[in-house]
């Protein structure tokens, strides 16, 4: 399944006593388990941070030439994968910086909702611009689930309500968001504002169902950090003042007195130019998406890979989080516990086996890539067996209740 992957993956060797050098270059071990945390870099994110680097060590003219026009690259790359014009795409330093950046730019009155299970990413933009022209912020509490669906929403669109803000791929549970199901229910007249990074590269999104998007590509993407997207598309962009918009976000940046016209598009809101270098490993990594076939193909592996995962922490007695989501209702992500013990014995009991994993308090997330090989599953296995195995006093494996 994984044959058209071309990560390298790095088996764990023995420790040697040679005297401590450069590591070489290699993958993620067999059991990396931990994309939503953050993903390796891939060989062309990191061929094309290596040669833009390279670059911009140079002082030749047409060399940063060459490294700017790579900026431009990666926003056409990212038109492409979000069916967007190039100049309704920008290069914020981060998925928070873009955040920050549309809350800057979105002035009062009104009203944001935020699901209460939100990952904090996506709430102190809010926060923090609300008592400074922004407007204001209201929690919704999706009745414990953590995600908001279509008819919560309805039951809480006030005439105040201006925005949702919401995760493509909620950060613990792995739940899709349904976009285009909740921008219908907001209408034209509202913003739907999507912080994509938990869904962009692992799972086909509904991007044109978003107003707004930001995703940086440090995680299923693979691209490292510095270079995030910022989308904003043209047919809310005269809802959004140039905020954080600085030199680099107007017409004239030398002009002999300022205030400048804003640039057309997201750009008006760039407060200065971007990681050039990251930038060129972000247009890489979406290239090696599209050249894979794309959100639909890497996607449906990522889901194959971590549905045999959740498979198997079932058959050693776990309870996953949200389990009855159906096939297109989750993401690249799924989390579990083992009623009866401690998570974080259980966290450190899967490290060293080799299994590579994030804890959130009781839950353990699993989150998967499509290059992730079979044998991790077996080390996964593996490493429960501890807690599953038989005692001296029975046959049966050990699954305490709560």
């Keep these: 399944m994984n044959d058209q992957i071309h990560d390298q993956i790095h088996v764990p060797?023995?420790?040697?006593?040679?005297?401590?050098?450069?590591?070489?270059?290699?993958?993620?071990?067999?059991?990396?388990?931990?994309?939503?945390?953050?993903?390796?870099?891939?060989?062309?994110?990191?061929?094309?941070?290596?040669?833009?680097?390279?670059?911009?060590?140079r002082v030749d003219p047409a060399d940063l030439d060459r490294l700017f026009a790579l900026g431009d690259a990666a926003l056409a790359s990212a038109a492409r994968l979000l069916d967007a014009r190039p100049h309704e795409i920008a290069l914020a330093p981060s998925t928070s910086n873009g955040l920050f950046t549309v809350a800057a730019a979105l002035h009062g009155p009104g009203t944001v909702l935020v699901p209460r299970g939100e990952f904090p990413a996506n709430l102190y933009p809010w926060l923090r611009f609300a008592g400074r022209g922004g407007p204001a912020v209201r929690l919704v509490d999706p009745a414990g689930q953590r995600h908001i669906t279509p008819d919560l929403l309805r039951r809480h669109l006030t005439p105040d309500v201006t925005a949702l803000a919401v995760s493509a791929v909620d950060s613990l549970t792995g739940h899709l968001a349904p976009l285009a199901a909740l921008k219908e229910v907001l209408g034209p007249g509202r913003l739907l504002i999507v912080d994509a990074i938990q869904g962009l590269g692992a799972v086909p999104l509904e991007a044109d169902a978003a107003d707004i998007l930001v995703s940086g590509g440090q995680k299923w993407l693979r691209a490292g950090w510095g270079a995030a997207l910022l989308l904003i598309r043209d047919r809310c962009s005269e809802r959004l003042a140039p905020g954080l918009g600085g030199w680099a976000g107007v017409a004239d940046p030398f002009a002999p007195r300022h205030p400048a016209p804003p640039l057309p598009g997201a750009a008006a809101h760039?407060?200065?130019?971007?990681?050039?270098?990251?930038?060129?490993?972000?247009?890489?990594?979406?290239?090696?998406?599209?050249?894979?076939?794309?959100?639909?193909?890497?996607?449906?592996?990522?889901?194959?890979?971590?549905?045999?995962?959740?498979?198997?922490?079932?058959?050693?007695?776990?309870?996953?989080?949200?389990?009855?989501?159906?096939?297109?209702?989750?993401?690249?992500?799924?989390?579990?516990?083992?009623?009866?013990?401690?998570?974080?014995?259980?966290?450190?009991?899967?490290?060293?086996?080799?299994?590579?994993?994030?804890?959130?308090?009781?839950?353990?997330?699993?989150?998967?890539?499509?290059?992730?090989?079979?044998?991790?599953?077996?080390?996964?296995?593996?490493?429960?067996?501890?807690?599953?195995?038989?005692?001296?006093?029975?046959?049966?494996?050990?699954?305490?209740?709560?």
């Excluded at 931990?34 to 390796?40: E, L, M, Q, S, Y």
């Excluded at 050039?276 to 050249?291: K, V």
């Design 13 to 57: 060797e023995a420790a040697t006593s040679a005297a401590p050098g450069p590591a070489p270059a290699r993958g993620p071990m067999v059991g990396y388990l931990d994309h939503a945390r953050v993903g390796p870099l891939s060989r062309p994110a990191a061929a094309a941070l290596a040669d833009a680097t390279a670059l911009a060590a």
């Design 270 to 402: 760039l407060a200065t130019n971007p990681d050039f270098p990251a930038a060129a490993a972000l247009g890489a990594a979406i290239d090696d998406l599209a050249d894979q076939g794309g959100p639909a193909v890497v996607g449906g592996r990522i889901r194959a890979v971590l549905d045999e995962l959740l498979d198997r922490v079932r058959r050693a007695g776990a309870e996953v989080l949200l389990d009855g989501l159906g096939p297109q209702e989750r993401g690249g992500i799924g989390a579990f516990r083992l009623p009866g013990h401690d998570p974080a014995s259980v966290h450190r009991a899967l490290e060293a086996g080799g299994v590579i994993t994030t804890r959130r308090d009781e839950w353990i997330r699993l989150s998967p890539h499509a290059s992730t090989p079979d044998a991790a599953a077996d080390l996964l296995t593996g490493a429960l067996h501890v807690f599953t195995r038989p005692t001296s006093h029975s046959q049966e494996p050990i699954c305490p209740t709560n």
